[in-house]
């Protein structure tokens, strides 16, 4: 398995804060099958800045401490960038980093309570510029919860979005599960991640999701979000199914 998301690289943000809490964080990865992680580190959320050159230097350095310690795991280079408006700009300024250092897609956070107005500009910019935006954790974002046509316009403008393993198996509440797993049968969602950030409280969970995901929706779904991961991280096609709207009725009150 591929993680597309996660929080390893020790000392840039509220994950892993040494070497030793990431061994563990590739030892427990490496038991649920997992092969290689994409490291996602947050950059400019209000909290943490984390440049191009820091997060390819941080990954660069993590993959020479794991072979030390005799690991297969493959750490590749990411960011989890919090949406601003010079996104674009900073991009071609060198700051961006997109997956795998690819030019092809960018994780994107959104605040937890909002979406900004100017999202959808911001991503058609980027698309223009050949970079597919990839949206992570849309499940967890309130605006979107109370307003799912939001990330319908987005999906069906060109975005992508990575729901978080965690929150399809209901370790967020029910409540988010329920959206999760909406998300997944609207084709408004394309890839499964952890988001880990420790061994602890915010642990891995793929390979688990995965099976859910394989268990509800079949094989053929399960092997669709898998090879996603695959995809991305080579600057690939993704498998993208036809996006439909969510009935907004349903979510009334979940907030």
């Known amino acids: 398995m591929i993680d597309i998301h996660c929080h390893i690289l020790p000392g840039l943000d509220d994950g892993a804060q ?57 750490i590749l280079p990411g960011q989890e960038a919090r949406i601003f408006g010079e996104v674009l700009e900073d991009y071609h300024n060198g700051e961006i980093l997109t997956v795998n250092d690819n030019g092809k897609y960018l994780l994107v956070e959104f605040p937890s309570n909002h979406v900004p107005r ?10 223009v510029a050949g970079i597919t935006p990839v949206i992570v954790h849309p499940e967890r974002n309130s605006e979107i919860i109370q307003t799912p046509e939001i990330i319908y316009n987005l999906v069906n403008g060109g975005a992508l979005t990575q729901v978080t393993a965690a929150s399809l198996i209901g370790k ?34 793929l390979r688990e999701a995965y099976e859910m995901l394989g268990d509800t929706y ?6 669709e979000f898998e090879e996603n991961a695959g995809h991305l991280i080579h600057g690939e096609n993704l498998y993208v199914n036809p996006p439909e709207r969510i009935k907004q009725k349903k979510f009334l009150g979940l907030f």
């Not at 800045?49 to 690991?71: C, R």
């Open 172 to 205: 967020f509440g029910k409540k988010i599960s329920q959206f999760s797993h909406q998300l997944v049968e609207h084709g408004l969602t394309h890839l499964l991640a952890s988001d880990a950030h420790n061994t602890t409280t915010r642990g891995f969970c």
């Open 18 to 74: 040494t070497n030793e809490e990431a061994l563990q964080m590739a030892l427990a990865a490496e038991s649920e099958g997992i092969t290689h992680i994409l490291a996602t580190p947050h950059h400019k959320n209000r909290t943490y800045n984390n440049p191009k050159s820091v997060s390819l230097e941080a990954a660069q350095e993590l993959n020479a401490f794991f072979q030390s310690e005799g690991l297969s795991l493959q």
């Open 118 to 127: 100017y999202t959808e500009r911001l991503f058609f910019d980027l698309q």
């Open 218 to 223: 079949g094989d053929s779904l399960r092997l």
